[in-house]
């Protein structure tokens, strides 16, 4: 696995691109914080899309997955520090790790759901 940072300054473009290459894929999303550890936050739910919203200074990254009101989630990452994407031996994206200033950490897996199940099963 290769993981690559993606400069600040192309966080806008890169979500773009990202967001579109992955539109409607199942996502699974994940916070881990020292204080409650590793949360899911989205199980298996399209990706509707990634966005930074850069205002001077201040910095929001949303997550939103989902289609319908019943099943929409935006997750949000207030002021991230770093932004980096894991990509397989084939070059393909496996996740995106955005850590924020408060010191947690998003996780957003491209596998398939079942890889997550077997995940869930080895921990």
């Known amino acids: 696995m290769r993981t690559l940072e993606i400069p600040r300054l192309e966080w806008t473009s890169f979500f773009d691109s990202l967001?579109?290459?992955h539109a409607d894929e199942p996502i699974r999303v994940?916070?881990?914080r020292q204080d409650i550890g590793a949360q899911v936050e989205v199980m298996a739910l399209p990706l509707d899309g990634i966005a930074a919203?850069?205002?001077?200074s201040e910095c929001v990254i949303t997550i939103a997955a989902g289609t319908s009101p019943t099943e929409h989630i935006a997750h949000l990452i207030a002021d991230p520090q770093h932004v980096r994407i894991l990509r397989?031996?084939?070059g393909d994206d496996e996740?995106?790790?955005i850590e924020a200033g408060d010191e947690s950490t998003t996780l957003v897996y491209f596998d398939s759901p079942g890889a997550w199940a077997e995940r869930e099963v080895n921990h």
């Open 19 to 21: 967001s579109r290459m």
């Open 30 to 32: 994940e916070v881990l």
């Open 53 to 56: 919203d850069l205002r001077g």
């Open 88 to 90: 397989g031996p084939l």
């Open 95 to 97: 996740a995106l790790e």
